[in-house]
């Protein structure tokens, strides 16, 4: 109740600085009216004016409840919405913009409605956030979930402009990708054979299934198919939301087959703390601090990443004849020009592999 009448408020007050407005114009377009002669005539008395019964004011057409909503409400009726239809890892990006929009909001221009959020305000919060460090994607990355809210909020009436669109994106350098040798790769195995050997099993879905380290928190029993030697991933568990298969060698299938004794077809490979199946999903955080600890073990380039060996595999295979369209469709890619990135790496037996294949100049038949 005490929301509407805030609305209300805020309504009659639109109102009344409209009316204002408006008489003021008129007694402005009067005075500038020039003096015409008016002949005196009878002085008749004016009938008694008509007095409507007084009623509670309406909003012009144009305007909208909607509009007078907070920032900080408009915001939390987003996420609650969008918990809906999305799965918790992409909400996480939404509940984590809209949290730090509302801090920085509720500092800068306490209970700011919704519809008035402007372009000048978008800048001066992007501004702040660069001033925090943030790195260009991640820069990026709000200016597009920036957007989103508003397109959303525009479309269900809580303001009429997006003040994200068009904002200006940093320039972002080329990813630089990195191949694991050969020689390093036999180090890592047997690193993780004495340390972690849970890890084998990780470092191999990536390698050998192409899977995203992500995607491996959401792999459960009951995908693994060792008759047709595969991990089947259904479209609600890839990043890209199209289902794919990844390859199992006999090594990773018996290495999978005495990780999952005992475990119920519905439980993750992986579960929190204990690196064994269980009902909660380990997060993927866990992956990259078992990877660093063994990378610093070992005193490999920091460029090594776990991701790295997703992109030796590919680089392998497409060096190894497997064809570009096989590839990609067990990578998950969408199209072969993200596959063939992957193939753009140094190679330190490029020249004595063509010295040796590439046919000679001008040799008599």
């Not at 890890?199 to 191999?204: A, F, L, T």
């Amino acid at each position: 109740m005490v929301e509407f009448k805030v609305q209300v408020n805020d309504i009659m007050r639109t109102i009344d600085n409209q009316l204002r407005t408006a008489a003021l114009n008129s007694v402005q377009n009067v005075a500038a009216t020039p003096a015409t002669y008016i002949p005196e005539v009878a002085t008749v008395a004016a009938p008694a004016p008509v007095v409507a019964p007084l009623s509670a004011p309406s909003a012009p057409v144009s305007e909208n409840v909607r509009y007078y909503k907070t920032l900080d409400e408009v915001t939390r009726i987003f996420v609650t919405e969008k918990e809906k239809e999305l799965r918790n890892s992409t909400m996480r990006s939404y509940k984590s913009f809209c949290h730090m929009l509302r801090e920085w909001a509720n500092e800068h221009y306490p209970s700011i409605k919704m519809s008035m959020f402007e372009r000048a305000h978008a800048v001066e919060f992007l501004d702040d956030m660069a001033a925090k460090g943030l790195g260009p994607n991640t820069y990026n990355n709000m200016i597009r979930l920036g957007s989103v809210l508003f397109i959303w909020a525009k479309a269900k009436c809580y303001t009429r402009e997006n003040p994200f669109d068009g904002q200006k994106r940093k320039r972002v350098l080329e990813k630089t990708r990195t191949i694991i040798k050969p020689e390093h790769q036999a180090l890592i195995d047997k690193w993780f054979a004495d340390n972690l050997p849970e890890m084998r099993i990780v470092c191999r879905f990536v390698y050998t299934s192409l899977l995203r380290p992500i995607e491996i928190t959401r792999v459960q029993v009951k995908q693994i198919d060792f008759v047709n030697h595969c991990i089947r991933m259904p479209r609600e568990k890839t990043k890209t939301w199209e289902a794919r298969e990844g390859r199992l060698d006999a090594e990773l299938e018996d290495m999978l087959r005495k990780h999952i004794q005992g475990a119920n077809p519905d439980d993750y490979l992986f579960c929190d703390s204990v690196w064994r199946c269980g009902k909660k999903s380990m997060g993927n955080g866990t992956y990259g601090k078992a990877w660093d600890r063994m990378r610093k073990a070992l005193r490999l380039p920091q460029e090594y990443q776990l991701y790295s060996l997703k992109d030796t595999a590919i680089n392998s295979m497409l060096k190894a004849g497997v064809d570009d369209l096989s590839v990609m469709q067990a990578a998950g890619h969408k199209d072969l020009s993200m596959t063939t990135i992957y193939a753009n790496h140094h190679d330190d037996k490029l020249i004595a592999n063509l010295n040796q294949k590439a046919p000679k100049f001008a040799v008599n038949q």
